[in-house]
């Protein structure tokens, strides 16, 4: 059973920093393209970033230059480096795991991240 559980959101004033972590179980982390995603109150989950199996990364608009994906395939786990946040920023960030040889998707539960003064 494949399960993606995410940690470290939370809130954070302006200009702050934080980094989020999603472990992966029950799956070859490495053979999969891995990603995050978010979801404001009334909006539509939206691409942050996403990283092949080879370690392309690839950013929204929005977040080139302030956010940093990388994924360590020894710990099956991917991480968001989040930083000059803004009060945009603020949603629910899920990850997202895509194995290459297979059109499965599967997400995790979901982390707050507040940007507020």
């Known amino acids: 059973q ?4 995410e940690s ?3 809130v954070v004033q302006p200009g702050g920093s934080l980094r989020l ?3 992966a179980s029950g799956i070859i982390f490495s053979r999969a393209t891995v990603g995050w995603y978010r ?6 989950r939206e691409t942050v970033a996403l990283m092949s199996s080879g370690g392309r990364p690839n950013y929204a608009p929005s977040v ?4 940093t994906i990388s994924r360590d395939n020894a710990e099956n786990t991917v991480y968001l480096q989040m930083n000059s946040l803004k009060p945009e920023d ?3 960030y899920y990850c997202n795991l895509v194995p290459v040889s297979s059109s ?3 997400w995790g539960q979901g982390t707050q991240v507040t940007v507020s003064s």
């Not at 494949?2 to 559980?5: A, K, P, Y």
């Not at 979801?39 to 539509?44: N, Y």
């Not at 080139?64 to 956010?67: A, L, N, T």
Request: charged fraction near 10%; glycine fraction near 20%; aromatic fraction near 8%.
């Open 39 to 44: 979801q404001a109150p009334g909006k539509q």
């Open 64 to 67: 080139q230059g302030r956010f």
């Open 8 to 10: 470290g959101g939370g």
């Open 90 to 92: 603020t949603a629910v």
């Open 21 to 23: 972590s999603c472990a």
């Open 104 to 106: 499965t998707v599967y």
């Open 2 to 5: 494949v399960q993606l559980v």
